[in-house]
């Protein structure tokens, strides 16, 4: 990689400032601190990884093409087989003879990435950004400033896009005991009752499973209770509540426009990410990455370019499949299943294998 950083700085001025300490942010920052730049990653939470805000479920050829961490100690669950299915009794199964996914646990992952993955990473935790003028970072404890910023805030902040209801999936979890599935580690259920979204069931490491929904908020109903009446009729997925989490997810189309100037935007922000086949957390990465690949190449477009040309286009390929699935609701879905079943098993296989 070329490195083009000026190593003079002026006082108290960071090649980068990085706002936000989750995936994207911690991804960008990795890239810096490996090459030497000076740098420094701002929340406003207490603690990496805290809350819990993902299930962490991602796919094992993507965390090798762009270089996630895989290390045995933040995986808990790895995915082998595999289940799509609908209300109506509609399924796609599949097994592999081989590891196709992760399922990180979340909070172990990030610390990782936050002290071993490239060295421990320079992070000022409860400190909140309250604006960002020109290259002046204000903070609820002082005022900094760099040469570049890189927006890592997740989805809704008060710097990113405000999503309109129909462009953000609620999204509930809860960690289970029960035992594993002697079945699958993942399965996942498209319902009217999730609309755009659907229920999930996944491996977690001994006897607990992270069972979930998510979906446009347009029946106003919570998702707490939304679940219950699901598990009403899926006994399979009961068991006691350990922890519980609920963010958003945005699912618009994804942004054209991810760098102003030396404002260079990230993740949730602007990823609008196609949860049915995961990729919120691979996108965060991936942006975060880039990012800081063209913060230390000092040409910032570098990374509007490898939007342009990779990561957008990855993104609009899921969301318009999003979209074509979650059309007419799970009749749509059933159609495309159907159609899905007549692919010869190997390509099945690779297509729902490397999302
Ligand atoms: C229930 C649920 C399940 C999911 N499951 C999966 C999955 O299995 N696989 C997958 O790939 N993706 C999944 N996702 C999506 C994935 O979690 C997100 O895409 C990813 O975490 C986004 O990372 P990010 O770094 O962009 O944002 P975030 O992780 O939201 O990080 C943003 C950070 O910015 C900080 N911040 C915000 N504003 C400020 C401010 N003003 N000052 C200082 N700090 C600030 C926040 O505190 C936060 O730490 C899931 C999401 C949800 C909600």
Not at 30 to 39: I, N, T
Not at 290 to 311: C, F, H, K, T
């Amino acid at each position: 990689m070329r490195v083009k950083l000026c190593l003079e700085l002026a006082d108290n001025e960071f090649d980068a400032i990085v706002i936000g300490a989750g995936t994207a942010g911690l991804s960008a920052g990795a890239v810096l601190e490996k090459f030497g730049a000076s740098y420094v990653i701002l929340d406003k939470k207490k603690e990496i990884g805290v809350p819990v805000r993902s299930t962490g479920a991602v796919s094992l050829d993507w965390v090798r093409r762009i270089g996630m961490p895989q290390s045995k100690e933040i995986v808990s669950a790895e995915i082998r087989s595999m289940s799509f299915r609908t209300d109506k009794g509609n399924e796609i199964s599949l097994s592999y003879d081989r590891t196709v996914g992760l399922v990180y646990d979340f909070t172990r992952y990030e610390k990782y990435l936050s002290r071993e993955f490239a060295g421990p990473l320079n992070v000022r935790l409860e400190t909140r950004v309250l604006d960002v003028n020109g290259n002046t970072v204000n903070t609820d404890r002082g005022t900094l400033s760099a040469r570049n910023i890189i927006f890592a805030a997740g989805p809704q902040s008060n710097f990113g896009k405000k999503r309109s209801r129909n462009e953000v999936l609620v999204a509930y979890e809860e960690i289970r005991k029960a035992p594993p599935r002697a079945d699958h580690q993942m399965v996942l259920w498209f319902s009217d009752r999730a609309p755009g979204g659907y229920f999930w069931d996944f491996a977690e490491s001994g006897n607990s499973r992270k069972i979930g929904v998510c979906y446009y908020p347009v029946n106003g109903r919570q998702p707490r209770d939304v679940l219950k009446e699901f598990e009403a009729e899926y006994p399979e997925i009961q068991g006691e509540c350990l922890s519980t989490m609920a963010h958003q997810i945005p699912l618009g189309e994804p942004d054209t426009t991810v760098v102003n100037g030396n404002y260079l935007y990230t993740g949730d922000m602007v990823n609008a990410v196609l949860n049915t086949t995961a990729g919120g957390l691979q996108g965060a990465f991936w942006t975060g990455k880039s990012a800081a690949e063209a913060v230390l190449s000092g040409n910032p477009m570098e990374y509007q370019g490898r939007w342009d040309s990779e990561i957008r286009p990855w993104l609009l390929k899921h969301h318009n499949l999003h979209r074509r699935m979650h059309r007419k609701g799970v009749k749509s879905i059933s159609r495309l299943m159907t159609l899905a079943k007549l692919m010869p098993m190997s390509v099945k296989k690779k297509v729902f294998g490397g999302l």
